[in-house]
């Protein structure tokens, strides 16, 4: 679907605080332009963005089409053990990307 860029620590301190970076390259068409042919383009938004850490769920994020292209998101979790962070996003087409970074909790 779309490329990704992810910025978080690759180890932390169990207890703390981890901030989490992430874009997305997706163009976010809305759905309300026309092509140079004057035909509708088709509504084609990434709808959801979910991330899970060791299995739990930490931030979801439904989006709509007021969100601009290539949609970037901070939050940040407690560190608790080490485990994956699985973030995934689905867009209108069903298309979906995942990305997968470990967590190590020391």
């Known amino acids: 679907m779309a490329t990704t860029r992810i910025v978080m620590p690759d180890s932390a301190k169990r207890g703390s605080i981890?901030?989490?970076?992430?874009?997305i390259r997706h163009e976010m068409e809305t759905?309300?332009?026309?092509?140079?042919?004057?035909?509708?383009?088709?509504?084609?938004?990434?709808?959801?963005?979910v991330v899970t850490y060791a299995g739990d769920e930490v931030f979801r994020v439904q989006l709509f089409p007021g969100v601009a292209a290539?949609?970037?998101?901070?939050?940040s979790t407690v560190?608790?053990?080490t485990g994956?962070?699985?973030?995934?996003?689905?867009?209108?087409r069903g298309g979906t990307t995942v990305e997968k970074r470990t967590l190590k909790v020391t």
Do not use: C, Q, S
């Open 18 to 23: 981890v901030e989490i970076k992430t874009l």
């Open 31 to 49: 759905g309300h332009r026309r092509d140079d042919m004057g035909k509708p383009i088709p509504r084609d938004i990434i709808n959801a963005f």
């Open 70 to 75: 290539n949609p970037y998101f901070a939050f």
């Open 79 to 81: 560190a608790t053990k």
């Open 84 to 92: 994956e962070l699985v973030l995934t996003w689905t867009d209108d």
